[in-house]
């Protein structure tokens, strides 16, 4: 079974700080892992994935999450937040043969 | 750049009638799907397809049903809508159907059913 934790329903920083969202997951398989964007009133959109190759991701719109197995982790993370970042944020969790499990989701909030 | 469609954006509807919902996909993708999202539920798999007239439960299809008799289009169907059944559907498409396939899925803009 597979299963995935987002720690934080909602997360609020101020524009140019760093974002950290975080992300635990469980998997017994070898899990592949991706973190999706919604804006508002639109679909997700894929921002990086996870497939057993550099554990150090990076993705699109300068956001990078790395892959730590020893703490079950996939933390997305951002040097310094825009405006626009501002938006809802699934960590999800797949593997072969099984279909994906999406987390409940973290909204990110951006103060100017 | 894969394009899902969604036929609808809003959606009102009654107790009791039977709903479609429609999506399109333009890159020839074996595998589509059909999604709803709660808050704070994250998105909950209905149903997939992984071949035109083929079809696969996911993990809530109760009162829901599909058809998929082209490649490029998959409808979800609720057969006597219920108050329960409002949400946020989305429809993906992709080349795999599961999570080691490295593809990721492409998303439509989403349906938001009322029912009333």
Redesign the interface.
Known sequence: AQSVTQLDSHVSVSEGTPVLLRCNYSSSYSPSLFWYVQHPNKGLQLLLKYTSAATLVKGINGFEAEFKKSETSFHLTKPSAHMSDAAEYFCVVGAYGQNFVFGPGTRLSVLP | DVK?TQSS?YLVKRTGEKVFLECVQDMDHENMFW?RQDP??????IY?SYDVKMKEK??IPEGYSVSREKKERFSLILESASTNQTSMY?C?SSLGW???S?Q???????TRLSIL
């Open positions: 899902v954006r999604y704070g539920l994250g998105l909950r798999l997939f996911g993990d989305l993906a599961d999570g080691d490295n990721p899925q492409h998303f439509g803009d989403g």
